[in-house]
């Protein structure tokens, strides 16, 4: 599986910006596509994911209420949108597929896409 992330970008605070991850390649067995984050100095962590087959998602509870993650099963394409961005937003953000079961912990993520800066300005 090959993961395509972008939609990266500078904003402000309060403003919004949406991501796109689209995957290619054996997607067949996929069960989640989640969303980490990478912030200066800081360890990878949990933003949010999807069930695939469902669409049920769940989030970081740094995130909940602002972000929203979505998927288009014909295009393949996961999608994070994030509103209300703050500062500490800032971060590397990268999308993973999961074939187990549901998971926050990056181990249980099989594939990773190469990530894209979100910079949010005070």
């Known amino acids: 599986v090959q993961l395509q992330a972008s939609g990266g970008g500078l904003v402000q605070a309060g403003g919004s910006l949406r991501l796109s991850c689209v995957a290619s390649?054996?997607?067949?067995?996929?069960?989640?596509m989640g969303w980490f984050r990478q912030a200066p100095g800081k360890e990878r962590e949990f933003v949010g994911t999807?069930?695939?087959?469902?669409?049920?998602?769940y989030y970081a509870h740094s995130v909940k209420g602002r972000f929203t993650i979505s998927r288009d099963n014909v295009k393949n394409t996961v999608y994070l949108q994030m509103n209300s961005l703050k500062p500490e937003d800032t971060a590397i953000y990268y999308c993973?597929?999961?074939?187990?079961?549901?998971?926050?912990?990056?181990?249980?993520?099989?594939?990773w896409g190469q990530g894209t800066q979100v910079t949010v300005s005070s």
């Open positions: 993973a597929a999961n074939r187990g079961s549901y998971s926050e912990y990056e181990r249980h993520y099989n594939y």
């Open positions: 390649g054996r997607t067949f067995g996929t069960n989640f």
């Open positions: 999807i069930r695939w087959s469902t669409g049920t998602t």
